[in-house]
């Protein structure tokens, strides 16, 4: 089974940029699944981010799409999500999870089957 | 638009809980369900619909096609008492609110 680590600051200033990695173990980076970022504001539900696959296509939530950069290293078995002008309203918890490609050469749901802890990430001065 | 209905569903242990998940257009069958406790990552339960993740115990399932879906936990183990997401990937991707199943 896979196993995913988020990294980073726990503290970020307003309208400065957040920066987390998640770090893959247990199987490999290049695959047929997708890399994904989802975040989730304390006491709320969860909002998908954006993904990534290895050969560095990005997918992003539109409502988020001027802010964020997704970036994969393989040789490292990471990828990294980088989101600017941060407010308090990006205060959360970012996850990174695998979204499963359980249908290789077919359309799918693409479940997200594996998950990191999660880092709480703080916007404030 | 995902919508969960009910937000919150109070239950006892051995009853029957029915969840649902309604999209503002068809996802076909691209919809997964997710159970997560708190303080944790969401735990996948079931792709494409109806199809139970690996290790997920028979009480769970899931119905549905289109814009209607449905998750039923046949006999509510107290382990099971957690926030249910729905989730598609059909157009973008988006989570529905959840439903929260407690104990009552």
């Known amino acids: 089974q896979v196993q995913l680590q988020e990294s980073g600051p726990g503290l970020v200033k307003p309208s400065g940029t957040l920066s987390l990695t998640c770090a893959v173990s247990?199987?490999?980076?290049?695959?047929?699944?997708?890399w994904s970022w989802v975040r989730q504001p304390p006491g709320r539900g969860l909002e998908w981010i954006g993904d990534?696959?290895?050969?560095?296509?990005?997918n992003y939530n539109p409502s988020l799409m001027s802010r964020v950069t997704i970036s994969i290293d393989k040789s490292k078995k990471q990828f990294s999500l980088k989101l600017s002008s941060v407010t308090a309203a990006d205060t959360a918890v970012y996850f990174c999870?695998?979204?499963?490609?359980?249908?290789?050469?077919?359309?799918?749901?693409?479940?997200?089957?594996?998950w990191g802890q999660g880092t709480l990430v703080t916007v404030s001065s | 638009v995902l919508t969960q209905s009910p937000p919150t569903l109070s239950l006892s242990p051995g009853e029957r809980a029915t969840l649902s998940c309604r999209a503002s257009e068809s996802v076909s069958s691209f919809l997964a369900w997710y159970q997560q406790k708190p303080g944790q990552a969401p735990r996948l339960l079931i792709y494409?619909?109806?199809n139970r993740a690996t290790g997920i115990p028979a009480r769970f399932s899931g119905s549905g096609s289109g814009t209607d879906f449905t998750l039923t936990i046949s006999s509510l183990e107290p382990e099971d008492f957690a926030v249910y997401y729905c989730?598609?990937?059909?157009?973008?991707?988006?989570f529905g609110g959840g439903t929260k199943v407690e104990i009552k």
């Open positions: 247990g199987g490999s980076i290049i695959s047929s699944d997708w």
């Open positions: 989730q598609q990937r059909s157009n973008w991707l988006t």
């Open positions: 990534i696959y290895h050969s560095g296509s990005t």
């Open positions: 999870a695998r979204a499963q490609d359980v249908y290789p050469g077919r359309s799918n749901t693409f479940p997200f089957d594996s």
């Open positions: 494409d619909a109806s």
